[in-house]
């Protein structure tokens, strides 16, 4: 990387400038960047040019892109819901549009509304004009694709206006991601980053300031365009953005519109994570409604309220927080199955009745044929993904894996949510190679997701008492880290029953939440009670259903940065799933067409499909069906 002054493209409307508004003042990066303004998609040309060495260009553009691109992380245009300046506008409703004008100044808006098109089943010709000429030529059956600023003035005009971003999150259940920062892999300087986020934390802080200086040129009042930069516009590539802007990619893939499926790949995370906010020695009452709104808790806080905060108390404040987060009265399942493609293993954990140690008369490795049956099973039910899981068979290398999952893909629609970090570091250690050399190869071969086996507590003490084979908390979170930052989400779990403190418990939490406000990758959070029937290992600790409630709730007040929360019920049962739902959690699990570990220790709860609705619904939600990245599946 030379010492030239890095150039900047950055899109012209007024959304954008909270992201610039620090590099626009001089206030950070003086000296260091090169700044100017265009709209959307000849930003995204600049790059493909040369003519600029980052851009903030539309996710689209990062999509169709010829070479390997890398997103800023932290940072995008975002809406989680109505946007206000993504328009189709017409004379006539959608259905009786024969022709769509498409804005050319954003390539993401235009595959937007061909993919929302066509889930409303239908496929009107498209035309594409250019930015400052579409108002004029909707008419008639002629509607068109308007985006940025004019969208103020032109949605007074036409009898009807469809907000696509409102249109995508009703029928997605996810944020859409609109644009973001993105160049080539090596076009970023250490440092670089930490001054873009410093820039949008600098604008986030003057929007009020920005609103006025737009509203007054434009002759629009000074309300609509604050609420348009604090309501509309998010600015955060959180959790759910990333798995919004996943879905998008992968929708306009499907139909025809991208063509090799891209991954969101990024650029290092050079920022602190976020502090919680100093306070003057709040009550436990204090605390609870502090984190209710969303405040942080610090980990003595945290660790505060797993002692001492009654169940009913956390049980409230998890409730309200789940309903800030999830407002419209919805919770998702899914249908998947999984997998244990072997039982060999070398790990040995002390807690785990599944395993058998190589060369045991009870190991078994699935065979293909067996695989295929299980898998056309899968698909007959209504499932969408496998998760894919087993011991560390040290006769079962990487190739085995490739083979496998490519097999898979090749031959079931079905999603690969597989390998547990343990899993991936041993291959490693078999293969000699890098963490992410391997992470790399499994998802050419068809890796989708990760799941977050193996975390049990992630306390070094406490792994080397349990499971002293295992991986370490370190290996653990740099497996998780290396493939996030490859594009791969993950979730997150907790055992807990081994004896553990408050301290240790928040300390989990504590490291998980530090890792996604670096990468933002982790899609949930599971946790469960140690299944103890059976095993080597004895009970160290309550395991009950009201200490299940509590871990529950405590997670969603202290994981700020998590979108979403599972319930257990196969492990704790269908009713206690249905308390969870008012507890914190947002998601019903799984339909789980197939389970075996925790079989093994006892626990054998089963529920279909129509039976997890229906627990739902008396829960008091409405039951949505997703997928693992919590977009809804219609």
């Given at each position: ?46 790059v ?6 980052l ?26 819901g ?5 328009l189709?506008?017409g ?13 050319a ?5 235009q595959?937007?509304?061909q ?15 250019e ?6 030529l909707?008419?008639?059956?002629r509607?068109?694709?308007l ?16 907000d ?12 859409f ?8 892999p090596d ?9 873009l986020?410093e ?13 006025r ?25 959180g959790?759910s953005?990333?798995?919004g802007?996943a ?7 499907q139909?025809g ?21 100093a ?13 209710a ?8 806080e ?57 060369g045991?008369?009870r ?17 007959d ?30 031959s ?15 291959l ?38 349990i ?22 989400r993950?979730?997150a ?13 928040v ?8 890792l ?22 004895p ?10 409630l ?9 994981l700020d940065?998590?979108?979403n ?20 959690g ?9 389970e075996n ?9 089963k ?10 619904r ?17």
């Amino acid at each position: 990387m030379s010492a030239r002054r890095l150039r900047l493209a950055a899109v012209s409307f007024l959304n954008a400038r909270p992201i610039t508004h620090g590099i626009e003042r001089g206030l950070v990066g003086k000296g260091r960047f090169e700044l100017w303004f265009d709209l959307p998609a000849r930003c995204a040309e600049a790059v493909a040019e040369g003519e600029a060495d980052l851009a903030l260009m539309p996710v689209a553009s990062y999509a169709a892109a010829r070479g390997e691109l890398r997103l800023v992380p932290g940072i995008a245009i975002a809406s989680r819901g109505p946007v206000r300046t993504v328009l189709l506008l017409g004379d006539v409703p959608w259905e009786e549009m024969e022709t769509i004008v498409l804005d050319a100044a954003s390539r993401t808006s235009q595959v937007l509304v061909q993919i929302l098109g066509r889930a409303r089943g239908l496929a009107p010709r498209c035309e594409s004009a250019e930015h400052d000429r579409i108002v004029d030529l909707v008419r008639g059956r002629r509607g068109g694709l308007l985006i940025g600023d004019a969208c103020f003035a032109a949605s007074r005009r036409f009898a009807h206006v469809y907000d696509l971003g409102a249109e995508w999150t009703a029928r997605v259940g996810l944020p859409f991601v609109y644009a973001a920062w993105a160049g080539r892999p090596d076009a970023l300087a250490p440092g670089d980053v930490a001054l873009l986020q410093e820039s949008l934390a600098l604008g986030l802080a003057e929007r009020e300031a920005i609103a006025r200086g737009f509203a007054e040129p434009n002759r629009i009042d000074i309300e609509t365009s604050l609420r348009y930069l604090t309501r509309n516009i998010h600015y955060e590539l959180g959790a759910s953005e990333l798995c919004g802007a996943a879905a998008f990619v992968e929708r306009g893939h499907q139909v025809g519109l991208f063509g090799e499926k891209p991954a969101l790949r990024f650029y290092a995370n050079e920022a602190r994570p976020r502090p919680a906010a100093a306070r003057l020695s709040p009550s436990l009452d204090g605390l609870l409604s502090e984190a209710a709104a969303g405040r942080r808790l610090s980990f003595d806080e945290g660790v505060a309220l797993c002692a001492s905060a009654s169940l009913h108390d956390l049980g409230q404040a998890a409730d309200a927080r789940r309903g800030h987060l999830h407002p419209h009265g919805v919770a998702t399942y899914i249908i998947d199955r999984n997998i244990n493609y072997t039982n060999a293993c070398t790990t040995a954990c002390h807690f785990c009745n599944f395993h058998r140690s190589p060369g045991d008369a009870r190991v078994y490795v699935l065979g293909e044929d067996e695989l295929a049956a299980k898998l056309r099973e899968t698909v007959d039910l209504g499932g969408l993904q496998v998760l894919f899981q087993g011991g560390v068979n040290p006769d079962l290398g990487l190739t085995y894996f490739e083979d496998l999952f490519r097999f898979m893909k090749s031959s079931f629609p079905l999603a690969i949510h597989g390998l547990s970090p343990e899993e991936i570091r041993r291959l490693a250690e078999r293969e000699d190679l890098s963490i992410p050399a391997v992470i790399e190869r499994l998802v050419a071969a068809g890796l989708d997701s990760i799941p977050g086996g193996g975390a049990e507590i992630l306390d070094d003490e406490i792994r080397r008492r349990i499971s002293p084979r295992k991986c370490s908390v370190g290996t653990w979170l740099e497996v998780m880290r290396e493939a996030h930052r490859l594009g791969l989400r993950s979730t997150a779990t907790m055992v807990f029953g081994f004896g553990e403190e408050p301290r240790h418990v928040v300390g989990h939490l504590d490291k998980l939440r530090v890792l996604q406000d670096e990468t933002a990758g982790f899609t949930a959070f599971i946790c469960w009670s140690f299944q103890a029937e059976g095993s080597r290992l004895p009970l160290q600790g309550d395991t009950s259903a009201t200490r299940y409630l509590r871990m529950l709730a405590l997670a969603r007040l202290y994981l700020d940065n998590f979108p979403n929360l599972q319930v257990s019920w196969v492990t704790m049962g269908p009713a206690v799933g249905q308390v969870g739902l008012r507890f914190g959690g947002n998601d019903f699990g799984s339909a789980m067409i197939e389970e075996n570990v925790v079989a093994q220790a006892g626990a054998v709860f089963k529920l279909s499909a129509s039976e997890i609705e229906a627990c739902i619904r008396w829960a008091g939600f409405s039951p949505r069906r997703r997928n693992m990245r919590y977009e809804w599946i219609e």
